[in-house]
């Protein structure tokens, strides 16, 4: 036999290596193609505007018109506008108490659903229903039910439980109309924050409550000093994002009373709208959005850092 | 479903005791009346206030104005004669199907735009591990809590400027400054489930890391890519702000903007087209969400608990 024949095996994988099969290994390249196209949005449509917002708020732009850098006086304007301050304040109270509607009865629908109940699965299914189906769609529906002369809680108040003689005027004058706002609003929360809590709840170990159990604890000291610390980290997550979204909610006031009657239902993104978009003052507009983004800093870490801690806020890992 | 709950720790906890699972719950008074009190009428309430908005919008959407309009004589809480009047005029004599078809097809881009952008940046800030992966993370996830209502009038001279105003493309390139951050999040939550050996075993085999992605950790995190889809979709459906303030022309409206700026027309509300329009438009993301239910509820849950 030749000996020549070279019969040591291959340790080298023949693959052909071309120029372009190496570019897509080398890890820096692969890192920058696979960011492009999320930074390139995210910039182009997200950090920029929030830059060019500020800058406008600093200008007396119109639609159709490049406006002038005007130093302040958007921001001054705005202090000596009732219908501005009645906003902030509206928007403070709007955010304040459906938040609180939202996250005392959710708390309660997610106990509830946390209970041996029958079609368990199917009922979470439908309890999600609000808040899956488009805000202005079912806020048009609260608009028929809160209608002056056709709502049907008049209709069951006066027609059938005889408690009132006439009809409730629900978004005829301010404050029927901001409460009817508010329940709207808490009906489409609710949702959210009891499945969220929901999900909490079911990742609390039940050896805990039995050992609570055994150590003659009632159902509201386990409600307390179990139930409440565990829930806390999905709690304060949940809050935070809650907060933030009643806060610069536009949609259900936009299409239930659009900041009327008297301009006494305006929440700051509603103002912000009418002014910048049919008013045609951009700038103003502009002004009026900047000024959502203190409050919005704020809450978010009033309700982040205050309400619960969790570990790697603390400087741990993130997982 | 397993879903350990206070119940079953006491039920043990009764079994132990001697007692029987058929009494569940306390020891003390009549426990069935007591239980029905505290969880099945809460619940059923709870059940009537949520759903009653959308029986009200069905039941409306059915009737015929004679009927609407008169409690005194047609008790309001159920139809007597249903009609598809409404639907009928909603559909040919309006442009609602044109309407639900632009909402349709934004919605589908804007939803493969930001899956498709979300996956390749949340594999690379999970699994290529770069320097700084984990700020590029937390600014995607700080992206996530800016509201679009802060956004919307500089981003409308933005879109002027690109020639944008009035064209669908403005709403599919704008979309995703919301679901690219939500769907990052909600995928680098499933990239990291998968087992990183996985990969490395397809490193020392040979694979090129575009293979490793397209052979072993997409076809693995398809159930996120669903959650992520079907999520982006329902957004995308719901937008409102962005979609009242570039567009202009009725014929390019999306359904939640021109049902509420086309229907709403003088001070006589045509309240059954309305509420057949609100009916229609709910439909297909309810659709969707009965077929995904169990995605929905883990990517909702994922997000917050990431």
């Not at chain 1, 609570?212 to 139930?227: N, P, V, Y």
């Not at chain 2, 903007?257 to 439909?283: F, K, R």
């Amino acid at each position: 036999m030749d000996a020549t024949v070279d019969t040591r095996p291959r340790f080298v994988p023949q693959r052909q290596e071309s120029w372009l099969a190496r570019l897509f290994d080398s890890k820096p390249f692969l890192v920058t193609l696979c960011m492009l196209p999320t930074a390139g949005l995210l910039v182009v449509f997200l950090t920029y505007p929030l830059g060019l917002g500020l800058w406008l708020s600093l200008t007396d732009t119109t639609i159709g018109q490049r406006g002038s850098y005007i130093g302040l006086e958007n921001f001054q304007s705005l202090m000596d506008d009732p219908v501005f301050w009645n906003a902030v304040w509206y928007t403070i109270f709007y955010t304040a108490v459906a938040t609180a509607g939202k996250f005392l009865l959710g708390l309660w629908l997610a106990l509830l659903l946390n209970h041996h109940v029958p079609f368990k699965a199917f009922l979470r299914a439908i309890v999600l229903l609000p808040w899956i189906v488009p805000t202005v769609l079912s806020s048009i529906a609260w608009w028929w039910i809160y209608d002056p002369q056709f709502s049907i809680i008049s209709y069951v108040v006066v027609n059938v439980l005889h408690l009132r003689e006439h009809y409730y005027d629900f978004l005829g004058s301010p404050w029927p109309a901001r409460w009817s706002l508010i329940v709207a609003n808490v009906w489409r929360g609710i949702p959210f924050v009891a499945i969220t809590l929901l999900a909490g709840l079911q990742t609390i170990s039940p050896s805990l409550y039995e050992a609570a159990l055994l150590d003659g604890a009632s159902g509201w000291q386990k409600f307390r000093r179990i139930t409440v610390p565990l829930l806390m980290p999905i709690l304060s997550v949940a809050l935070t994002l809650s907060v933030l979204f009643t806060f610069s909610d536009f949609q259900l006031v936009y299409a239930i009373t659009r900041g009327g009657p008297f301009n006494s239902t305006h929440l700051m993104a509603t103002l912000a709208f009418q002014r910048a978009i049919p008013g045609s003052q951009l700038g103003e507009g502009a002004a009026i959005a900047v000024s959502m983004i203190p409050f919005l800093v704020l809450a978010t870490l009033l309700c982040f850092f205050g309400v619960g801690r969790r570990k790697w806020q603390q400087g741990g890992g993130n997982d | 479903m397993t879903e350990p709950t206070v119940i079953t720790a006491e039920e043990e906890f009764q079994v132990i005791a001697g007692k029987t699972v058929d009494e569940p719950e306390r020891l003390s008074w009549d426990s069935r009346t007591r239980r029905v009190i505290t969880v099945y009428i809460p619940l059923a309430l709870f059940l009537i206030v949520l759903l009653f908005p959308f029986y009200w919008m069905a039941i409306t959407s059915v009737k015929p104005d004679y009927e609407m309009y008169d409690y005194k004589k047609y008790n309001p809480f159920w139809v007597h004669s249903p009609t598809l009047e409404n639907i009928r005029k909603l559909l040919f004599e309006t442009e609602y199907p044109r309407w639900l078809m632009t909402t349709m097809g934004i919605a589908t881009a804007a939803t493969f735009l930001s899956v498709g952008a979300s996956v390749l940046a949340a594999y690379a800030i999970e699994r290529l591990r770069f320097k700084g992966a984990q700020h590029v993370g937390l600014a995607i996830y700080l992206a996530y809590l800016v509201p679009p209502t802060i956004l919307f009038i500089p981003l409308a001279t933005l879109i002027f400027q690109f020639g944008l105003f009035d064209s669908p493309v403005a709403l599919i390139l704008t979309y995703p400054t919301f679901l690219i951050p939500f769907c990052t999040w909600l995928l680098i939550g499933y990239f990291k489930s998968i087992p990183y050996e996985l990969e490395e075993c397809a490193l020392i085999d040979g694979a090129s890391r575009l293979q490793i992605l397209r052979r072993i950790t997409l076809p693995l995190a398809v159930p996120g890519l669903i959650s992520a889809g079907i999520f982006a979709f329902t957004l995308s459906w719901n937008e409102f702000i962005y979609a009242l303030a570039f567009i202009q022309s009725t014929e390019k409206k999306t359904v939640p903007v021109a049902i509420l700026t086309e229907l709403v027309t003088g001070d006589v509300y045509q309240w059954g087209s309305l509420m057949a329009g609100s009916l229609l438009g709910s439909v297909p993301v309810a659709l969707i969400y009965s077929f995904f239910v169990e995605y929905y509820v883990s990517s909702m849950t994922g997000a917050v608990k990431e």
